[in-house]
């Protein structure tokens, strides 16, 4: 008797740690291959294969792509292999943004660094426009499942200034927008798109922004439930949103936060 291939396909745009790797674990213990596109160093792959060992065994397969997210070449070359390794039988049935590249500049300063425009646009670029790159190009190639769940991580920066945060706050806002009209242009293909505004995690990202101790420990104050949102918190939602009884939400952003942002 033949083996049953498994041909559910979850592709995250930054997968190798944070949000991301939790969420690939939580889809993988699930049933879902994984497709990994992520930037990291030389020196932090080693840490980052052990995990996707990890997640290899849970019996599914596992497919890594350590390139800039937002270059469009590169961008091309890896949806080639995928195609090629997908074949004409599978599809992606999930893809996951979760890009945390971006500037951290404050937008004045008498002695340090300041923000310019390209720093805006590299952040842009990488948080925010890269979704509609690769979903476009996904549809284009007809890579994409009919009822596809496109997933983004947006932050309460989307509505709050917080120090060094201008470029990113100015990338969130763009990709829940970008989100809601992939909701609304994409749905005659059955796609769904929805953002996830998740409440404080101390993930590295996190700890990359200028003042973060303030902010967790503000989080922790006013979060009803006495701690931090972890990355398994959001990743439970994630899965929630692939399944078939999510299928009627679509182009809102959905908190996660155990109650933090009520006050």
């Known amino acids: 008797m033949s083996e049953i291939r498994n041909t559910k396909w979850a592709l995250l745009l930054g997968g190798s740690s944070g949000l991301g790797l939790a969420t690939a674990k939580k889809l993988a213990y699930h049933g879902f291959n994984i497709l990994v596109v992520h930037r990291d160093r030389r020196s932090d792959l080693e840490q980052i294969e052990s995990h996707f060992r990890e997640i290899r065994t849970l019996g599914v397969q596992l497919l890594g792509y350590n390139m800039d997210v937002a270059n469009p070449e590169k961008r091309r070359e890896a949806l080639q292999k995928i195609k090629a390794h997908l074949g004409k039988e599978e599809s992606i049935q999930v893809l996951v943004h979760s890009i945390a590249k971006g500037s951290l500049k404050p937008m004045y300063g008498e002695t340090e660094s300041t923000l310019n425009q390209q720093d805006f646009q590299l ?20 890579l994409l499942a009919n009822d596809a769940r496109i997933i983004s991580f947006t932050s309460e920066g989307n509505t709050k200034a917080w120090p060094g945060y201008a470029a990113v706050s100015a990338a969130k806002v763009t990709l829940e927008a970008i989100t809601r009209n992939i909701a609304l242009e994409f ?77």
């Open 123 to 142: 952040t842009l670029n990488a948080m925010a426009l890269s979704l509609y790159d690769w979903t476009k190009d996904l549809v284009g190639l007809e």
């Open 187 to 263: 749905a005659p293909l059955g796609i769904k798109a929805n953002c996830i505004q998740a409440g404080v995690v101390e993930t590295q990202a996190f700890q990359r922004i200028p003042g973060h101790e303030r902010l967790r420990n503000s989080a922790l104050k006013r979060n009803p439930n006495g701690r931090l949102t972890t990355p398994e918190d959001v990743a439970n939602v994630v899965y929630l949103l692939t399944t078939k009884e999510a299928q009627w939400i679509t182009g809102t952003v959905i908190k996660v936060d155990g109650g933090e942002s009520l006050r």
